[in-house]
């Protein structure tokens, strides 16, 4: 092969990574307490309220039930975004998990933050099973500020 | 009679007296290393053998990191009874000890707490570093916590305190254990009135650019010899999430993207416990900064939920318990 068509050749490879880039769509996981936030996304969905469908569900029993190493093995495995939502402070089913959770969440944003990830890639949020227009707006926004921030390009593991 | 010869005086006495009473079975300390500037750990468990402790400022090993195995029920026969433990503290592996009885990893009553008067540990490295990395015959630390060294030769010199001090030393507000069965203590030790953060100030105050440029160049030097993980007391799992395979969280090799989980992981996993002992940063082979990302932890629980570790038996661990107004500013809205 000819330097010329070496060259070519690179110049289509850069063309499509480019198309690539402006196809890209983030890809978000969520994670969402089986009482609350989960109801709260059903709700949306029964209610008809449109929302992008970047997400993938987890359902998990209480926000409490989050291991951060969820939130990292996540990252690190190439998702672009983390929301984790569980019921309004005082309304988990089991009382208090979503307190010892927020002071988990505390310090794991902080941390995050403090090694050079963007906030905007991990979120926390409280949606209750009546709030399906709520979680409508909370994903719209946990979107739009992964989008800003662009394809993960730390922690993931590359292949 | 120097200070640190006196302390030792009176640790070898007090042992020797506990060993007599039938008090302990077991006493964790430090004897001279066979190499000059250096003590290493040693386990003493009778009157006899009391003489070899040693007390100064070499003694860097937290003694804490012991005490998980001789309690764990884990591979001891039926009807093992727990031994009974002296140990000699410092002020941070004194805050160690007691996570560890928080934890459920040491029986409080099996536990005497011998409390030494700390002036800060001698970092060898950066002693090496000042005599141009050749190794003295012969020193010993001073009243002062600053060092003599004798060169091949016959040469003498002094360092100053704050030239070999370990940076976790040199802001310790805790120099002697805050919990203790027994004071082993001719006089006491100053002390600072609170940690200074500045440098964690610092380092948040960076573009995050230069923050995760910085967390890659450090992490980068990793090798994963996982010994900021044997080191530190407070990592006593009995399968570590990063050897874990069922689930797999990483994988065992140096990828930048496992090794930085690991250290976000394990250091995450000291939120609330860790006491900024530095053990994880003496036996790093690699020389990683790992302290001002430890120390970030430290600082936030302390700002966050007003808890400092290792303080008191009765005060619950801050990631246990939870105020119904705690800060959550975080929370994204819509």
Same mark, same amino acid.
């Given at each position: 092969?000819?330097?010329?068509?070496?060259?070519?050749?690179?110049?289509?490879?850069?063309?499509?990574d480019s198309t690539q880039v402006s196809d890209w769509q983030p890809r978000?996981?969520?994670?969402?307490?089986?009482?609350?936030?989960?109801?709260?996304?059903?709700?949306?969905?029964?209610?008809?309220?449109?929302?992008?469908?970047n997400?993938?569900?987890?359902?998990?029993?209480?926000?409490?039930?989050?291991?951060?190493?969820?939130?990292?093995?996540?990252?690190?495995?190439?998702?672009d975004?983390?929301?984790?939502?569980?019921?309004?402070?005082?309304?988990?089913?089991?009382?208090?998990?979503?307190?010892?959770?927020?002071?988990?969440?505390?310090?794991?944003?902080?941390?995050?933050?403090?090694?050079?990830?963007?906030?905007?890639?991990?979120?926390?949020?409280?949606?209750?099973?009546?709030?399906?227009?709520?979680?409508?707006?909370?994903?719209?926004?946990?979107?739009?500020?992964v989008r800003?921030?662009g394809p993960i390009?730390?922690?993931?593991?590359?292949? | 009679?120097?200070?640190?010869?006196?302390?030792?005086?009176?640790?070898?006495?007090?042992?020797?007296?506990?060993?007599?009473?039938?008090?302990?079975?077991?006493?964790?300390?430090?004897?001279?290393?066979?190499?000059?500037?250096?003590?290493?750990?040693?386990?003493?468990?009778?009157?006899?053998?009391?003489?070899?402790?040693?007390?100064?400022?070499?003694?860097?090993?937290?003694?804490?990191?012991?005490?998980?195995?001789?309690? #764990?029920?884990? @591979?001891?026969? %039926?009807?093992? *009874?727990? /031994?009974?433990?002296?140990?000699?503290?410092? =002020?941070?592996?004194? $805050? #160690?000890?007691? @996570?560890?009885? %928080?934890?459920? *990893?040491? /029986?409080?009553?099996?536990?005497?707490?011998? =409390?030494?008067?700390? $002036?800060?540990?001698?970092?060898?490295? %950066?002693?090496?570093?000042?005599?141009?990395?050749?190794?003295?015959?012969? =020193?010993?630390?001073?009243?002062?916590?600053?060092?003599?060294?004798?060169?091949?030769?016959?040469?003498?010199?002094?360092?100053?305190?704050?030239?070999?001090?370990?940076?976790?030393?040199?802001?310790?507000?805790?120099?002697?254990?805050?919990?203790?069965?027994?004071?082993?203590?001719?006089?006491?030790?100053?002390?600072?009135?609170?940690?200074?953060?500045?440098?964690?100030?610092?380092?948040?105050?960076?573009?995050?650019?230069?923050?995760?440029?910085?967390?890659?160049?450090?992490?980068?030097?990793?090798?994963?010899?996982?010994?900021?993980?044997?080191?530190?007391?407070?990592?006593?799992?009995?399968?570590?999430?990063?050897?874990?395979?069922?689930?797999?969280?990483?994988?065992?090799?140096?990828?930048?993207?496992?090794?930085?989980?690991?250290?976000?992981?394990?250091?995450?996993?000291?939120?609330?416990?860790?006491?900024?002992?530095?053990?994880?940063?003496?036996?790093?082979?690699?020389?990683?900064?790992?302290?001002?990302?430890?120390?970030?932890?430290?600082?936030?629980?302390?700002?966050?939920?007003?808890?400092?570790?290792?303080?008191?038996?009765?005060?619950?661990?801050?990631?246990?318990?939870?105020?119904?107004?705690?800060?959550?500013?975080?929370?994204?809205?819509?």
């Amino acid at each position: 092969m000819t330097n010329m068509e070496t060259a070519e050749k690179e110049k289509t490879a850069e063309k499509q990574d480019s198309t690539q880039v402006s196809d890209w769509q983030p890809r978000i996981v969520a994670f969402l307490c089986n009482w609350c936030s989960y109801a709260g996304a059903d709700l949306a969905g029964v209610s008809r309220i449109q929302y992008p469908t970047n997400v993938r569900v987890i359902r998990v029993p209480c926000s409490g039930r989050v291991n951060p190493l969820f939130i990292l093995s996540a990252l690190r495995q190439g998702v672009d975004g983390v929301l984790v939502s569980g019921c309004h402070p005082g309304d988990c089913h089991y009382i208090s998990g979503n307190f010892v959770a927020r002071r988990k969440f505390a310090l794991l944003k902080n941390w995050l933050e403090y090694v050079g990830i963007e906030p905007e890639r991990v979120q926390f949020s409280w949606v209750s099973a009546a709030e399906g227009g709520r979680f409508a707006q909370i994903l719209q926004k946990v979107i739009e500020g992964v989008r800003r921030v662009g394809p993960i390009q730390k922690l993931n593991k590359l292949i | 009679m120097s200070a640190n010869v006196r302390t030792s005086e009176e640790l070898k006495s007090a042992a020797r007296k506990l060993f007599e009473e039938g008090k302990i079975d077991l006493l964790i300390g430090y004897e001279r290393g066979t190499l000059p500037l250096r003590t290493t750990p040693c386990f003493i468990t009778s009157a006899e053998e009391v003489d070899r402790l040693v007390w100064d400022g070499f003694c860097s090993n937290n003694l804490a990191a012991y005490l998980p195995h001789l309690f #764990s029920k884990e @591979g001891k026969p %039926k009807g093992w *009874q727990p /031994p009974k433990v002296a140990i000699v503290a410092k =002020g941070c592996d004194g $805050r #160690s000890i007691i @996570g560890l009885v %928080k934890e459920k *990893q040491a /029986p409080r009553e099996n536990v005497i707490i011998l =409390g030494v008067p700390c $002036r800060g540990i001698v970092d060898l490295k %950066k002693v090496l570093r000042a005599l141009d990395h050749k190794e003295p015959v012969s =020193g010993e630390a001073a009243e002062d916590a600053s060092v003599i060294v004798r060169l091949d030769g016959g040469k003498e010199i002094r360092l100053g305190r704050d030239e070999v001090l370990f940076d976790s030393c040199k802001d310790c507000p805790h120099p002697e254990a805050p919990v203790c069965d027994l004071h082993v203590r001719p006089e006491i030790p100053e002390k600072k009135a609170e940690r200074d953060f500045t440098d964690v100030a610092d380092f948040e105050a960076k573009s995050p650019r230069e923050r995760w440029d910085y967390f890659v160049r450090e992490i980068s030097k990793c090798i994963r010899c996982y010994a900021c993980r044997q080191a530190c007391p407070n990592c006593y799992c009995a399968t570590c999430f990063a050897e874990q395979t069922q689930p797999k969280w990483i994988g065992v090799g140096t990828d930048l993207s496992e090794v930085m989980i690991y250290h976000l992981g394990r250091i995450f996993h000291q939120a609330g416990r860790c006491v900024d002992c530095g053990a994880c940063v003496r036996a790093c082979p690699m020389s990683i900064d790992l302290r001002v990302f430890t120390r970030k932890m430290v600082k936030d629980v302390k700002e966050l939920f007003g808890y400092e570790a290792g303080i008191s038996v009765e005060e619950p661990p801050p990631l246990c318990t939870f105020k119904t107004d705690d800060d959550q500013s975080f929370i994204t809205e819509p």
